[in-house]
């Protein structure tokens, strides 16, 4: 079973606040991923990193932004939310070229 | 453009029958393609995975083919469970991340 966390699982927000999605993984995995995924639609990358101090944006244009300061720790921010950012928000980790995994997803929704 | 296709949005099976999942690529380059299944609200699971260099892979009930001349995969549940109902999503690699299909949703009903 991967160990990987996300909080929170839940989230409904004014529109113009600051979030910060949390995604903690035990697995010493130096790669970690962010997608963002709407009903109905693929997984799309909005964020990956190859270790500490490593971020990249991924295929999806997104306004938020991510750090690696600690390998087991990779949080994605939104410096103020809008309806748009509505969405299921995913974080993987993955060991080398090999499968990633998962954490259970933050759905948010701003108001 | 999407380079991962699953061009069957939904799929219903009968409980003890074989399920069979399609996906279709268009990136040559992809190396490494992998399933997943996902409840409503929860994160994919991994399933299942293929190298590019093998045409197929079996875990338990579960098989992935792997046609790379005419590229496509394919995700066989024999036999399938009412647990099994979920969506499917296909994955591929080339490079830092994974792409995927926009899922198949599995209904096995008893």
């Known amino acids: 079973e991967a160990d990987i966390y996300q909080t929170p699982r839940y989230l409904v927000i004014g529109t113009g606040k600051k979030i910060t999605l949390e995604c903690s993984q035990t697995?010493?995995?130096?790669?970690m991923y962010w997608y963002q995924q709407d009903p109905g639609m693929e997984l799309h990358l909005i964020h990956y990193?190859?270790?500490?101090?490593?971020?990249e944006k991924g295929d999806l244009s997104s306004e938020s932004t991510v750090s690696r300061i600690r390998t087991e720790h990779f949080p994605l921010t939104l410096e103020s939310a809008r309806p748009s950012h509505t969405s299921q928000y995913l974080c993987?980790?993955?060991?080398?070229?090999?499968?990633?995994?998962f954490g259970q997803g933050t759905r948010l929704t701003v108001v | 453009d999407q380079q991962v296709k699953q061009n069957s949005p939904s799929l219903s099976v009968q409980e003890g029958r074989i399920s069979i999942l399609n996906c279709d690529y268009t990136?040559?380059?992809?190396?490494?393609f992998l399933w997943y299944k996902k409840y409503p609200a929860e994160g994919p699971t991994f399933l299942i995975s293929?190298?590019?260099?093998?045409d197929k892979n079996e875990d338990g009930r579960f098989t992935v083919f792997l046609n790379k001349s005419a590229k496509h995969l394919s995700l066989h549940i024999v036999p399938s469970q009412p647990g099994d109902s979920a969506v499917y999503f296909c994955?591929?690699?080339?490079?830092?991340?994974?792409?995927f299909g926009k899922g198949t949703s599995l209904l096995v009903t008893p």
């Open positions: 994955a591929a690699r080339s490079g830092y991340a994974l792409n």
């Open positions: 990193s190859y270790g500490v101090n490593s971020t």
């Open positions: 697995m010493g995995h130096d790669k």
């Open positions: 990136n040559s380059m992809f190396d490494y």
């Open positions: 293929i190298s590019s260099i093998k």
């Open positions: 993987a980790s993955s060991k080398q070229n090999t499968e990633a995994f």
